[in-house]
């Protein structure tokens, strides 16, 4: 059984523990054994960073530029390794693991480009003979938490900002899933970085976690994953005053028009709702359908959810994988139960079902006939499960579309300019959709939503420097 310490101050470290990594779509696949650490060697990672946090900062955009051009390249040529022990730990496909990979790699390559232009202003003051230059400098160390369903991803959209804006790191990714984390570690630790500039710290968030959002010395904190632990951490980020970037989930709105292209309507759906096994923040969960087409579309969807294979992630030919654990996989049956509960007129799919191996398999769900207050519209399930809102016209579907607290990604399938462009200014979403899929994003453009999706600077593409730079403004009498 293969071990995997953790990175610290430039040192492969032992932990105080060990956890296996578990296979999803095969409970008797150990991946390999992963150290856990306490609240003492997180310390021990932030002290690392805060002690090469000088050097890093005053290390040239050339500098910054090899490293993250280095990670990117390298995780482009390894994606299909990569990919094959993603899809292991994590349980999506492998097609869509493979170009998580490459995302991740694509990512690196971006924010390489990034580092060699910082941005700034060079201004003449309202004063004679004087000049202002406002530049931005690194925060210093930041904590970085991410959750388990883009192991590779989401760590790589936070580490290459960070480092390319000359900040030093301490990593905790989501237990569940530290294989692909620890590989971009071991990536990291070969590359030109002065020791302690990065450092990989697992295990269990209410502990590692915990030190990093509460350490004086962690100057900033980036987060994705739950609504509760979120707003936990902004609270007590807010309370030394930190700098806090949250990203937590959503219920992604898909609307339906009429005069919509049914085909790719249902394509659309299927892909953003149920890919990925539906685990994805961005997931079009509540499928909102305008009168003249509804029926024909939950028909078509249906028939579209019948031909998907479901089984072990690695397997050619299956289109979603398992869902991550036995914990989400029973969450997802109690939203179903809820839905049946509180008067859901139909629910097709969504059993447990057995494959060949012990997983977590579930059969993909829509539930049709349902009213807004239901728990199924408002509450983000994270699992291959869709509901379905009838709407009247556009305007009550736009209604439908902002009726939520969630305000991360919003998606509409039209082929009218006129309700596509309106839907575009008016969705109350961070990200907006005309005829494509709510999951699914580019990587050199902010990434983030409003409401109770995201708190704090964007993600990604140039709006990235928000969150990793503090802006200086310096003035010059000649
Ligand atoms: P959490 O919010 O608990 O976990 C996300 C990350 O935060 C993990 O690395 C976790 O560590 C860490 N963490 C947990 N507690 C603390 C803490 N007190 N202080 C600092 N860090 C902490 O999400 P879960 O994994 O438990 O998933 C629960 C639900 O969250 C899902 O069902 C889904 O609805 C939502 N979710 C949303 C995601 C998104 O992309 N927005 C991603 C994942 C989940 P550890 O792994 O050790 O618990």
Redesign the pocket.
């Known amino acids: 059984m293969t071990r995997h310490h953790h990175y610290i101050g430039g040192e492969w470290v032992a932990g105080c523990a060990e956890a296996p990594n578990v296979n999803p779509s095969d409970t008797s696949d150990i991946v390999g054994l992963y150290a856990q650490a306490d609240a003492a060697l997180a310390r021990q990672a932030i002290a690392a960073a805060a002690q090469a946090s000088p050097a890093w900062a005053a290390s040239t955009p050339q500098q910054r530029f090899d490293v993250l051009d280095a990670v990117g390249a390298e995780l482009l040529a390894r994606r299909q390794e990569l990919g094959e022990l993603l899809a292991r730990e994590e349980g999506k496909t492998l097609p869509e693991a493979i170009g998580e990979v490459a995302r991740a790699g694509m990512i690196f390559k971006f924010f390489a480009g990034e580092a060699l232009r910082t941005p700034g202003d060079l201004l003449p003051s309202v004063r004679p003979g004087v000049g202002v230059e406002v530049f931005r400098q690194p925060v210093g160390v930041v904590g970085l938490?991410?959750?388990?369903?883009?192991p590779i991803a989401?760590p790589a959209w936070k580490i290459a900002p960070a480092l390319a804006y000359g900040n030093c790191v301490v990593f905790?990714?989501?237990?569940?899933v530290p294989g692909s984390a620890w590989h971009l570690a071991e990536i990291l630790s070969r590359t030109a970085l002065p020791k302690g500039a990065f450092n990989l710290v697992m295990?269990?968030?209410?502990e590692?976690?915990?030190t990093?959002?509460e350490h004086p010395d962690v100057r900033a904190i980036s987060?994705?994953?739950?609504?509760?632990?979120?707003r936990?951490?902004i609270a007590a980020a807010a309370a030394r005053g930190a700098k806090v970037q949250c990203?937590?989930?959503?219920k992604n709105p898909l609307v339906v028009l009429d005069d919509a292209n049914l085909a790719q309507a249902v394509e659309v759906a299927a892909q953003g709702a149920y890919f990925s096994t539906g685990?994805?923040?961005t997931a079009s969960s509540k499928l909102i359908v305008t009168d003249g087409v509804h029926d024909r579309f939950v028909d078509a969807l249906r028939a579209r959810l019948e031909g998907l294979k479901i089984g072990h992630a690695l397997r050619a030919g299956i289109d979603i994988g398992p869902v991550v654990d036995a914990r989400?996989l029973a969450?997802n049956l109690a939203h179903l139960e809820t839905a049946r509960a509180e008067g859901a007129g139909a629910i097709w799919g969504g059993e447990a079902v057995a494959r060949d191996t012990e997983g977590y398999f579930q059969l993909p769900a829509l539930v049709a006939q349902t009213t807004p207050e239901m728990a199924v519209n408002r509450q983000?399930?994270?699992g291959p499960v869709a509901s379905v809102l009838r709407a009247r016209d556009y305007d009550h579907a736009l209604h439908l579309a902002n009726d939520t607290e969630f305000g991360l990604a919003a998606g509409i399938c039209t082929t009218s300019l006129k309700h596509a462009t309106h839907f575009r200014l008016h969705a109350q979403a961070g990200m907006v959709m005309v005829n494509l899929p709510t999951a699914g994003v580019d990587y050199h453009v902010p990434f983030g939503g409003t409401k109770a999706s995201s708190y704090g600077p964007r993600e990604q593409g140039r709006h990235a420097a928000e969150f990793y730079t503090t802006v200086k403004t310096a003035y010059l009498q000649s």
Do not use: H, Y
């Open positions: 938490i991410t959750p388990w369903n883009f989401i905790k990714p989501a237990d569940l295990g269990p968030g209410s590692v976690g915990q990093l959002v987060f994705t994953g739950s609504v509760a632990t979120g936990r951490i990203e937590m989930g959503g685990q994805r923040c989400q969450g983000e399930i994270f």
